[in-house]
T-cell receptor, first 118, second 110 residues
Framework: GAVVSQHPSRVICKSGTSVKIECRSL??????MFWYRQFPKQSLMLMAT?????????EQGVEKDKFLINHASLTLSTLTVTSAHPEDSSFYIC??????????????FGAGTRLSVL | DAKTTQPPSMDCAEGRAANLPCNHS???????VYWYRQIHSQGPQYIIH???NNETNEMASLIITEDRKSSTLILPHATLRDTAVYYC???????????FGTGTRLQVTL
């Protein structure tokens, strides 16, 4: 299947600092990527939809000024957690949609980034 | 909220077939049934998807009832590495979000 690379896999930061997470589609172009968050023992919750060349669409309750999303190219979307606080500690996962026809309309997921804010 | 319902947990002996059910009674005519699994501390892994016909690939088989209100994911010979949470999700097959429910925690045992 298609490969989605997410970096870093784990990050520990101090409270008040900003953290950037990268999501890359390695062997296909993705006009749309998604960012999810998962707290321990819970399911994935969609945070935002990232569209190449336009503003991201955020889910209700997700602060767009705190979780900055940039989708500057067809293979890269970034999520920046600004002024991180301990309650932002979570598992962040991105996904990219392959598109139709031979690409088979599948969302592939990255391996996730575990963020720990001290 | 997720529109599919799955049993919270299942056990399966290694080497046996694992049959994971999913109800999606309100699925729309143009929505696919997608199956993903999540092994602990990893991102979800795509398994298979289908619209109305049964599907098979190298990982699993997907059996969809004729009325499309339910489906079953079949892992023909479960191994310990198949222990994971399995999610059944309705999706339009377009660049639209996937809504994850709580899934089925499959435990494969010796």
């Amino acid at each position: 299947g298609a490969v989605v690379s997410q970096h870093p896999s784990r990050v520990i930061c101090k409270s008040g600092t900003s953290v950037k997470i990268e999501c890359r589609s390695l062997d296909f172009q993705a006009t749309t990527m998604f960012w999810y968050r998962q707290f321990p023992k819970q399911s994935l919750m969609l945070m935002a939809t990232s569209n190449e060349g336009s503003k991201a669409t955020y889910e209700q309750g997700v602060e767009k000024d705190k979780f900055l999303i940039n989708h500057a190219s067809l293979t890269l979307s970034t999520l920046t957690v600004t002024s991180a606080h301990p309650e932002d500690s979570s598992f962040y996962i991105c996904s990219a949609f392959t598109g139709g026809l031979l690409a088979k309309n599948i969302q592939y997921f990255g391996a996730g980034t575990r963020l720990s804010v001290l | 909220d997720a529109k599919t319902t799955q049993p919270p947990s299942m056990d399966c002996a290694e080497g046996r077939a694992a049959n994971l059910p999913c109800n999606h009674s309100t699925i729309s005519g143009n929505e696919y049934v997608y199956w993903y699994r999540q092994i602990h501390s990893q991102g979800p892994q795509y398994i298979i998807h289908g619209l109305k016909n049964n599907e098979t690939n190298e990982m699993a088989s997907l059996i969809i009832t004729e009325d499309r209100k339910s489906s079953t994911l079949i892992l023909p010979h479960a191994t310990l590495r198949d222990t994971a949470v399995y999610y059944c999700i309705e999706g339009r097959g377009t660049a639209s979000k996937l809504t994850f429910g709580t899934g089925t925690r499959l435990q494969v045992t010796l």
